[in-house]
């Protein structure tokens, strides 16, 4: 019986080394007489333990993670085939190109999303200094540090640069709290190195994507690399086309351990007290194409006729880009052929806690949309919201976790009637206090039309639990998108 692996592609995974992963898989399954097929994949849901490999074998699924050795990667032949790679009889500098394979491999994918100081601290690991340090210090806007100094200096100070290679600075306008636990933070820019998500004109056409960017949080010294910030992706709520006006908003979720979040919550605080707040913001970095929804380029031309978006918590941040996507032109400003746009169903499955019901009033209107007869593939289809409690200590009596950030402006009260009142005379909208379970995704599979897209966006343990109700259920891995939230 042949067996199959496949091994993740998603961002996170790639920033661990997963294409090195994949190499060695490839090279090692050739050493086995079982027939064994290696394939890439999108995000398996284990992004915090990658580089994440599944195995299929007799229809079952087992998955591995933290596949960043050469010998992990000879243990995911072992698991797939029954078979033992002949790796002792592999010469030693084998073992060590794969080693350097990795490195050059997560360092490429550093660059390739501007993530300058993650970049640098893996070229520095090694203890040595080369060309690429000098490189990278120079779109960083250190091109007059000596790469040394970092070395052997690692106490220095940085002062921030007052440009980065393929960011711009956006000023912090304003921030809306939606949550007790959330805010939309909205920013202004009239610098037009700022780039776009749709890159064209002298005969380049538009290739319709969703996309993110990457914000760096000033916050000084840190262990993620020798540089004076951190970097952390987001994707906007707002539009390709706000952002070409200059205009970006995120909806960010406030975590107590969060150092991004806590560094631009104090921010919007300096923010209210009328000092200005500049903010570092990447140019627009692909997420996923359209229509496919897949992080590969849309070269095998798939076109779902329906899609089911599962999405929790902040991960609901995808839902705005995929639905503008239905009108390209008046919502993003570019012209693309119809078999390019979001002609079809789309369905919602919306998972939260009561105390963080987020965009409600966004997709009410995507409901609405939904309901009318004309133009068709509008809006929402169907919409569910899965609600559940607030999060508990978990029992223990000495460790209450400290309120939410904007818990001050909220009556909980309020919080739990708002979302059915608002819910309650839209016909496609049902509101259902339970957790995601089998027989929901089962259930809102069965209305879908062949061939479909499953979307699946939120934590790590949802992600995870998500991708495991539709193997149960027998969906293809191909037919499922996992993103980050």
């Known amino acids: 019986m042949s067996s199959k ?24 399954a050739k050493l086995v007489n079982a027939r064994c097929k290696v394939e890439r994949t999108g995000c398996l849901g284990y992004c915090r333990q990658g580089p994440a490999v599944e195995i299929v074998k007799n229809r079952r699924h087992q998955y591995h993670v933290k596949v960043n050795t050469f010998r992990k990667s000879a243990a995911v032949i072992v698991h797939a085939t029954g078979e033992e790679p002949p790796t ?5 500098e084998t073992e060590a190109r794969l080693a350097g394979i990795r490195a050059e491999k997560q360092w490429e994918y550093f660059v390739s999303t501007y993530q300058w100081n993650k970049a640098i601290s893996g070229l520095l690991s090694n203890g040595s200094v080369d060309n690429r340090i000098t490189a990278i210090l120079e779109c960083a806007g250190y091109s007059d540090l000596n ?27 304003s921030s809306d709290i939606v949550s007790p636990h959330s805010a939309i933070y909205h920013f202004v820019s009239a610098d037009l190195k700022r780039g776009t998500p749709h890159p064209r004109g002298r005969a380049q056409l538009p290739n319709p994507i ?69 903010i570092f913001l990447s140019k627009p970095i692909k997420t996923l194409s359209v229509p496919s929804l897949t992080t590969d380029d849309d070269e095998d031309g798939f076109r779902p006729k329906s899609i089911l978006l599962l999405l929790a918590g902040t991960g609901i941040v995808a839902l705005p880009q995929i639905m503008a996507h239905r009108e390209p032109h008046r919502l993003l400003g570019i012209s693309i052929p119809k078999y390019k746009q979001m002609k079809c169903h ?10 963080d019901v987020l965009m409600l009033s966004e997709i009410k209107e995507y409901c609405l949309a939904g309901t009318r007869d004309h133009p068709r593939f509008q809006g929402l289809r169907n919409y569910t919201l899965l609600v559940t409690d607030e999060k508990k200590d978990g029992g223990k009596m000495n460790a209450l976790p400290p309120p939410p950030p904007f818990q001050h402006v909220f009556d909980r009260d309020d919080i739990v009637s708002d979302y059915e009142v608002a819910l309650k005379d839209i016909p496609n909208a049902t509101v259902t206090h339970t957790r995601l379970d089998k027989e929901i995704i089962a259930s809102a599979i069965g209305r879908l039309e062949s061939p479909f897209r499953i979307i699946v966006s939120g ?11 539709l193997q149960e259920i027998g969906v293809q891995s191909k037919c499922v998108t996992v993103l980050t939230a």
């Open 5 to 28: 692996i496949y091994v993740c592609q998603s961002g996170t995974c790639r920033s661990k080394g997963s294409d090195a992963t994949l190499i060695e898989i490839e090279e090692l």
């Open 88 to 92: 002792e009889n592999l010469p030693p």
């Open 210 to 278: 969703t996309w993110h960017v990457t914000m760096l949080g000033e916050i000084g010294r840190n262990e993620e690399g020798p540089l004076p910030w951190i970097e952390r992706d987001y994707t906007p709520i707002s539009s390709a086309l706000d952002w070409e006006k200059g205009r970006c908003s995120i909806l960010i979720k406030i975590y107590n351990d969060g150092m991004l979040t806590n560094w631009l919550h104090k921010m919007s605080h300096q923010n209210e007290n009328g000092r200005d707040v500049n």
């Open 346 to 355: 789309i369905d919602l499955i919306h998972s939260c806690r009561k105390d």
């Open 147 to 173: 790469p040394r100094d970092l070395l052997y200096d690692g106490t220095r100070p940085l002062a921030m640069p007052s440009t980065i290679r393929n960011y711009t600075k956006w000023r912090l306008s």
């Open 459 to 469: 934590p790590n343990t949802y992600n995870n639990a998500a991708r495991e109700f």
